[in-house]
């Protein structure tokens, strides 16, 4: 294969949850320009539908299609699996993107905040790769294996994370179930990685990194000297999802500008508390 092929993914089908903004549509914008064509789904349907036309009307080699996917619930994961299988056959990427996060102090975080967070983090993720383990079977070849492609963070490698204590927790469960998966799933070519972002623009991050200021602030603390960026998400998801990374799997791969490796001082946790 020449070097140029290494990211070309064209003709493949990936799903991205909680794609309509963030990381989400990040990666989505990636993989079209190599040529994906990609499913959309988040919980509100006119925000993917929305978003897979901004996306179509950049003029990528893929194609968009947004559609609502909610992941909260049993039910909602079993609607959305059916959604999928009505538009293919077969899935050569899934990314499982959606995440919900909570931060309260410790004296008062809730109960609830707990099981919710894991529903949408740790729960649906497993739940909806094993109700698409038989499209991404279809797709999976010794060659060419099917991806996973899991959203942990940063905050699940860096203690600390304010006060999103659920949050970093989940997204630690989101590594290790990775490497769970991989070893179940490699045998039968299907890749299961995991990315940890740092801090990235997102409804997440607004509060923090929202502005010019807040941006310039947060790089002092990250050793890259920098927030991420789109194509910081893009290089890696592309990696992946491409032949390029068709022999990596049970890996986690920190996006955060070096701050996995820096000294664990607490204004560097702190920056961890959600991707």
Same mark, same amino acid.
């Given at each position: 294969m #020449? $070097?140029?092929k290494l990211f070309d993914l064209t003709g493949k089908t990936a799903l991205i949850t909680g794609a309509a #903004? *963030? &990381?989400?549509? %990040?990666?989505a914008e990636g993989l079209m320009g190599a040529g994906c064509n990609v499913m959309i789904a988040s919980r509100k349907q006119h925000a993917c539908e929305g978003a897979a036309k901004e996306l179509n009307s950049l !003029?990528?080699? *893929?194609?968009? +299609?947004?559609?609502? !996917?909610? @992941?909260?619930s049993e039910e909602g994961i079993n609607a959305l699996v059916e959604e999928v299988k009505s538009r293919t056959d077969r899935l050569n990427i899934l990314m499982n993107n959606a995440g919900k996060t909570w931060g309260a102090p410790f004296e008062e975080f809730p109960y609830e905040a707990w099981s919710r967070v894991f529903d949408v983090n740790v729960t649906a993720m497993f739940v909806l790769t094993q109700k698409l383990i038989p499209l991404l079977k279809a797709a999976a070849t010794p060659e060419d294996p099917a991806r996973v492609i899991n959203t942990g963070s940063i905050g699940g490698i860096l203690p600390g994370g304010g006060q999103a204590y659920s949050y970093g927790v989940?997204? =630690?469960? @989101?590594?290790? %179930?990775t490497e769970t998966l991989s070893a179940k799933f490699a045998p039968q070519h299907i /890749? @299961?990685?995991? &990315? =940890? $972002?740092? $801090?990235?623009m997102s409804k997440m991050m607004a509060f923090a990194i929202g502005t010019e200021e807040q941006r310039e602030e947060a790089g002092k603390r990250i050793p890259l000297g920098r927030v991420? +960026? =789109? +194509?910081d998400i893009q290089g890696a998801v592309l990696y992946l999802a491409s032949r390029a990374g068709a022999y990596v799997s049970?890996? /986690? &791969? $920190? &996006? =955060?500008?070096? %701050?996995?490796?820096a000294p664990r001082t607490s204004s560097a946790s702190a920056m961890a508390a959600q991707d």
């Open positions: #020449t $070097p140029d #903004t *963030g &990381i989400g549509y %990040m990666a !003029g990528l080699r *893929g194609k968009a +299609e947004g559609f609502a !996917g909610d @992941v909260g989940s997204k =630690a469960a @989101v590594h290790f %179930m /890749t @299961v990685n995991a &990315i =940890a $972002p740092g $801090p990235f991420g +960026e =789109a +194509e049970g890996h /986690t &791969i $920190p &996006i =955060a500008g070096g %701050m996995n490796a």
